[in-house]
């Protein structure tokens, strides 16, 4: 098998954490009156048509998860709408391994008392799933919640894999990591104030989390995740919260020595990074002989050692702001969630564009993105996604340095997707290889993206997506259309652009005139930082950013190793 049951993976059972050991004395309490049993696919879906706030709608699921699932083969979409928050609340997460003795002690209490109100007032379900689409890279995980969570249990087994479905996986290689357990009670409620969003408790070396007050499937996905990218992380693989895809051009006239282009794409979400990659043709600018296929839009791993990418989930989390009611998309739907249902032309159905909320989400299945794969090669290419008004649509950085350097200090926006203010939802935030949820050392990921970048892998930033480039102040800007984005993505991918310094930042480089202006006629004047308006005040802003980046890598676990954060500070120099 691949991933390790307790008993086998700990020598001493005695060197368990407190976290593990409350949550395995949970999952194995079944013989108490309230009867903890599984549920199967089926059993999930048919629990969760039953669940007050969820409406069956007359959308039929997408066919390949009916069948993948073993659903009845005339399952219909369900919209489930949970509450108050509709995104997740990082100010609700608790990292076990950081917190001071006392700390511990008295998390452990309230996991405790928690783990009773669970058992004592509610039947107890349990899930088992794969985490992970390749052999090679395979953990199990399993899911406990009260009969009331019935939806997130199947929303989780749509978004990963019925362990029951994958004969591979009792072959897989063995590794080094345990079984991820995770605990979900969203009818736990606390009086303590900082507690009043709920309480996500994380044990990253133990492989455990706890889910508490919070109804939202983000939270358990991008949980799981955390726990997936870290077990990968201790193998000395690199985690990606990004999109990656392959575009081969060994047929396309003229372009046959590009051979297959892996790209992968990191941002948050709004950043355009499922426009980049969900994209077979790059808005119609792929030559017609390039052959597209899409791993995945949010997550996977990278293996630097066999040059391979691992892809961890066999289905799409999307915003559906996007996405009015005659949508081809909804073909592939699985489930809907925090979205509009009306009875439209006599069928009752979810509609996205967010009008009920913000942040209206589904689950798709990968089948809306054609060609797809689950391992994939190592990138060619990887692209930050920034919203930094003093950058230019295309930059491309030589340095490896500066390329790990503008990784870890991510520039963006937070969205919808997190449950915060309208006024925090404005400030540009650093979120570190756009990853929020890191549970290890930021330093490991600076030497695992230096590893990458000084083993061939090529890296640019794209800017302006969802808001633009400085046009005379941070507040006046020049727009940047997602088919200049996707012009350029083109461009980078078929090696038709030639570059020049960028003087103002060494190791920067943008396109050249000649280059740029035969695929995007007027590019070079519109965008070229050199001749922006109100220029001193420009220069001021650029050099505050780069200042602001250096603070927080000094400010940073980095600082642990002096070495890598001397050379990620020196990379960063505005030349004014």
């Excluded at 509450?83 to 309230?110: H, P």
């Excluded at 990418?309 to 739907?333: F, I, M, N």
């Excluded at 996205?352 to 990138?379: E, M, V, W, Y």
Aim: aromatic residues 10%; glycine residues 6%; proline residues 5%.
């Amino acid at each position: 098998m691949a991933s390790q049951p307790s008993w086998k993976y700990y020598s001493k059972l005695s060197e368990m954490s407190r976290l593990r050991a409350i949550a395995e004395s949970l999952f194995n309490n079944r013989n108490h009156g309230n009867g903890l049993r599984y549920v199967s696919p089926a059993e999930a879906y048919e629990m969760s048509c039953r669940l007050p706030w969820v409406t069956v709608t007359d959308l039929p699921m997408d066919e390949s998860t009916v069948r993948r699932l073993g659903l009845p083969p005339d399952a219909r979409v369900f919209n489930d709408n949970c509450g108050k928050t509709v995104g997740r609340s990082a100010e609700a997460r608790i990292f076990y391994n950081r917190l001071a003795s006392d700390e511990k002690l008295a998390l452990e209490e309230m996991l405790r008392e928690a783990v009773y109100q669970m058992q004592e007032g509610n039947r107890l379900v349990y899930a088992e799933a794969v985490i992970g689409l390749d052999a090679h890279l395979m953990l199990k995980a399993r899911m406990i919640a009260p009969e009331s969570d019935i939806s997130n249990i199947f929303h989780w087994y749509a978004n990963f894999t019925p362990l029951a479905s994958v004969s591979e996986y009792e072959k897989s290689a063995e590794l080094p990591v345990q079984d991820i357990l995770f605990v979900s009670f969203p009818g736990w409620k606390s009086e303590e104030k900082r507690w009043s969003k709920g309480c996500v408790a994380v044990d990253e070396e133990h492989m455990t989390i706890f889910n508490l007050g919070m109804r939202y499937f983000g939270e358990r996905k991008k949980g799981t995740l955390t726990m997936a990218w870290t077990a990968g992380m201790r193998m000395g693989m690199v985690a990606a919260h990004a999109g990656i895809k392959e575009v081969d051009f060994t047929q396309v006239p003229g372009l046959e020595q590009r051979g297959k282009q892996i790209i992968a794409f990191y941002g948050l979400s709004g950043s355009g990074k499922s426009s980049h990659i969900n994209t077979m043709d790059n808005g119609g600018t792929l030559p017609r002989e390039a052959v597209c296929r899409i791993a995945h839009d949010d997550a996977f791993q990278i293996d630097c050692r066999n040059r391979r990418s691992y892809v961890w989930e066999p289905a799409l989390y999307d915003k559906t702001d996007s996405r009015d009611e005659k949508h081809q998309d909804w073909k592939y739907c699985i489930t809907t969630q925090n979205m509009l249902v009306i009875d439209y032309k006599g069928r009752i159905i979810p509609v996205g564009q967010d009008i009920r909320n913000n942040n209206g989400r589904a689950l798709f299945s990968r089948d809306l993105l054609g060609k797809t794969t689950d391992r994939i090669g190592f990138p060619n290419v990887i692209g930050w996604l920034m919203k930094d008004s003093t950058l230019p649509p295309l930059v491309r950085l030589t340095s490896p340095a500066l390329a790990v350097a503008m990784g870890a200090t991510l520039m963006t926006k937070r969205s919808s997707a997190e449950n915060v203010s309208a006024e925090d939802m404005e400030k540009l935030i650093f979120v570190p290889f756009a990853n929020p949820f890191r549970v290890y050392p930021l330093a490991k990921d600076c030497l695992g993206y230096i590893e990458i970048f000084r083993s061939g892998c090529d890296c640019y930033i794209w800017s302006g997506g969802g808001g633009g480039m400085w046009n005379g102040s941070d507040n006046t800007l020049k727009t940047v259309p997602l088919n200049v984005s996707l012009t350029l993505q083109t461009a980078v991918l078929e090696g038709t652009l030639e570059w020049e310094d960028w003087e103002l930042v060494e190791g920067a480089r943008i396109p050249t005139r000649a280059s740029i202006e035969k695929i995007l006629p007027g590019y070079y004047d519109r965008y070229n930082p050199r001749t922006v308006p109100n220029k001193a005040d420009f220069i001021s802003t650029l050099k505050k950013r780069f200042q602001q980046r250096r603070n927080f890598i000094m400010d940073s676990d980095i600082r642990e190793y002096p070495d890598l954060m001397e050379e990620l500070v020196q990379s960063m120099k505005v030349n004014a």
